[in-house]
């Protein structure tokens, strides 16, 4: 009995938790990618979009870090689980602070975007 109790604790938890279903895509896993860059009177805009090209991972969400002049965007994909739209398309307005002068994309910090 423990080790079915185990078993099902075990397979909940691989499905339900952020940890185990949650990734980090990387730029070569993403098809269609582009970088529009808009400029407001203020401030500079860029749109990021693209398509997870694993056709099990939807999108999950973005996640942004800033050091110095730097910016690094992290896309998270997910399997098993349902998201906001149920696909691997993404679209992402960020606007960019004076101080940024590039922005790098993943894990492999592939640089996207540079002030110019």
């Known amino acids: 009995m423990k080790k079915y109790l185990l078993f099902f604790i075990f397979c909940f938890s691989f ?5 185990f279903n949650s990734s980090i895509i990387e730029r070569d896993s993403i098809g269609f990618f582009s ?4 400029n407001d009177q ?3 805009l860029i749109n990021i979009s693209g398509h997870i090209m694993h056709s099990a991972i939807n999108y ?8 110095r002049d730097s910016m690094y965007i992290l896309l998270y994909g997910t399997i098993f689980r349902k998201t ?8 992402k ?3 960019i ?6 922005i790098y994309f993943g ?3 592939i640089k996207i975007w540079e002030r110019k």
Do not use: A, H, M, P
């Not at 999950?60 to 050091?67: C, D, G, M, V």
């Open 42 to 44: 203020d401030n500079i």
């Open 15 to 19: 499905l339900c938790c952020d940890t």
């Open 107 to 109: 894990n492999d910090k």
């Open 35 to 38: 970088v529009e860059e808009q």
């Open 84 to 91: 906001e739209n149920n696909s691997g398309t993404f679209s």
């Open 97 to 102: 602070k004076e101080n940024i002068d590039y």
């Open 60 to 67: 999950k969400k973005i996640k942004i870090r800033e050091n």
């Open 93 to 95: 307005n960020i606007i």
